[in-house]
Protein backbone atom coordinates (compact mmCIF):
# COMPACT_ATOMS: atom_id res chain seq x y z
CA UNK A 1 0.00 0.00 0.00
CA UNK A 2 1.13 3.86 -0.49
CA UNK A 3 0.11 6.60 1.11
CA UNK A 4 0.39 10.02 0.16
CA UNK A 5 -0.12 13.26 2.22
CA UNK A 6 -0.12 17.24 1.19
CA UNK A 7 0.74 19.92 3.20
CA UNK A 8 1.44 23.45 2.53
CA UNK A 9 -2.04 25.01 2.02
CA UNK A 10 -3.51 27.77 2.97
CA UNK A 11 -4.98 31.15 2.29
CA UNK A 12 -2.78 33.70 0.83
CA UNK A 13 -3.16 37.01 -1.21
CA UNK A 14 -2.78 38.06 -4.34
CA UNK A 15 0.96 37.99 -5.57
CA UNK A 16 2.29 36.16 -2.55
CA UNK A 17 3.55 32.83 -2.19
CA UNK A 18 3.17 29.46 -0.70
CA UNK A 19 5.23 26.01 -1.27
CA UNK A 20 3.04 22.81 -1.27
CA UNK A 21 4.70 19.70 0.23
CA UNK A 22 3.67 15.73 -0.75
CA UNK A 23 5.35 13.08 1.47
CA UNK A 24 4.75 9.16 0.04
CA UNK A 25 5.11 6.35 2.22
CA UNK A 26 4.42 2.85 2.17
CA UNK A 27 5.77 -0.50 0.73
CA UNK A 28 7.32 1.54 -2.42
CA UNK A 29 9.88 -0.47 -4.78
CA UNK A 30 10.42 2.57 -7.20
CA UNK A 31 8.67 5.95 -7.95
CA UNK A 32 8.16 6.73 -11.69
CA UNK A 33 6.52 10.28 -12.17
CA UNK A 34 5.06 12.66 -9.79
CA UNK A 35 2.92 14.67 -10.40
CA UNK A 36 0.44 18.07 -8.77
CA UNK A 37 -3.31 18.47 -10.37
CA UNK A 38 -5.56 20.80 -9.26
CA UNK A 39 -9.63 21.54 -9.14
CA UNK A 40 -12.15 23.75 -8.40
CA UNK A 41 -15.79 23.31 -7.74
CA UNK A 42 -17.82 22.70 -10.98
CA UNK A 43 -14.68 21.71 -13.10
CA UNK A 44 -12.38 18.85 -13.95
CA UNK A 45 -9.15 18.19 -12.33
CA UNK A 46 -6.37 19.58 -14.27
CA UNK A 47 -2.68 18.54 -14.52
CA UNK A 48 -0.09 21.33 -13.14
CA UNK A 49 3.02 20.15 -13.15
CA UNK A 50 4.90 16.85 -13.52
CA UNK A 51 8.45 15.81 -13.03
CA UNK A 52 10.03 11.98 -14.16
CA UNK A 53 11.80 10.31 -12.32
CA UNK A 54 15.53 11.60 -14.24
CA UNK A 55 14.15 15.06 -13.54
CA UNK A 56 11.92 15.92 -16.91
CA UNK A 57 9.49 18.62 -16.34
CA UNK A 58 6.38 19.96 -17.52
CA UNK A 59 3.97 22.74 -16.78
CA UNK A 60 0.55 23.57 -17.77
CA UNK A 61 0.33 27.19 -19.84
CA UNK A 62 -1.66 29.04 -17.38
CA UNK A 63 1.79 28.56 -14.52
CA UNK A 64 5.39 28.74 -16.48
CA UNK A 65 7.17 31.08 -15.09
CA UNK A 66 5.51 31.16 -11.42
CA UNK A 67 5.79 27.52 -10.17
CA UNK A 68 8.16 25.40 -9.73
CA UNK A 69 8.17 21.42 -9.02
CA UNK A 70 10.40 19.48 -7.54
CA UNK A 71 11.66 16.44 -5.95
CA UNK A 72 13.95 14.13 -3.59
CA UNK A 73 14.09 10.48 -4.16
CA UNK A 74 15.47 9.47 -1.33
CA UNK A 75 12.97 10.97 0.55
CA UNK A 76 9.90 10.08 -1.65
CA UNK A 77 8.83 13.44 -2.00
CA UNK A 78 7.64 15.65 -4.33
CA UNK A 79 6.96 20.18 -3.86
CA UNK A 80 5.52 22.86 -5.60
CA UNK A 81 6.57 26.15 -4.63
CA UNK A 82 4.20 28.84 -6.32
CA UNK A 83 4.95 32.59 -6.38
CA UNK A 84 3.17 35.49 -7.84
CA UNK A 85 -0.18 33.63 -6.87
CA UNK A 86 -3.44 34.71 -8.79
CA UNK A 87 -7.35 34.28 -7.67
CA UNK A 88 -7.53 32.06 -10.55
CA UNK A 89 -4.95 29.56 -9.03
CA UNK A 90 -7.49 29.38 -5.75
CA UNK A 91 -8.48 25.36 -6.05
CA UNK A 92 -7.62 21.80 -4.02
CA UNK A 93 -4.18 20.52 -4.66
CA UNK A 94 -4.00 17.33 -5.46
CA UNK A 95 -0.58 15.13 -5.27
CA UNK A 96 -0.29 12.20 -8.03
CA UNK A 97 2.83 9.66 -8.17
CA UNK A 98 3.21 6.66 -10.51
CA UNK A 99 4.07 3.96 -7.97
CA UNK A 100 5.65 0.32 -8.49
CA UNK A 101 5.08 -1.90 -4.68
CA UNK A 102 7.47 -5.06 -3.60
CA UNK A 103 4.28 -7.20 -4.55
CA UNK A 104 3.51 -5.82 -7.66
CA UNK A 105 5.28 -6.01 -11.22
CA UNK A 106 3.66 -2.86 -12.83
CA UNK A 107 3.08 0.90 -11.95
CA UNK A 108 -0.50 2.34 -10.66
CA UNK A 109 -1.72 5.80 -9.82
CA UNK A 110 -1.95 6.95 -6.23
CA UNK A 111 -3.69 10.21 -4.74
CA UNK A 112 -3.46 12.35 -2.00
CA UNK A 113 -6.38 13.39 -0.15
CA UNK A 114 -5.65 17.20 -1.53
CA UNK A 115 -4.92 20.57 -0.01
CA UNK A 116 -6.71 23.46 -0.26
CA UNK A 117 -5.04 26.53 -1.85
CA UNK A 118 -6.93 30.02 -1.69
CA UNK A 119 -6.17 33.13 -3.05
CA UNK A 120 -7.84 35.90 -2.20
CA UNK A 121 -7.76 40.02 -0.69
Known amino acids: QVQLVESGGGLVQPGGSLRLSCAAS????????MAWYRQVPGKQRELVATITSGGTINYADSVKGRFTISRDNAKNMVYLQMNSLKPEDTAIYYC???????????????WGQGTQVTVSS
Open 26 to 33: GSIFSINA
Open 96 to 110: NTNVRVYSALRYRDY
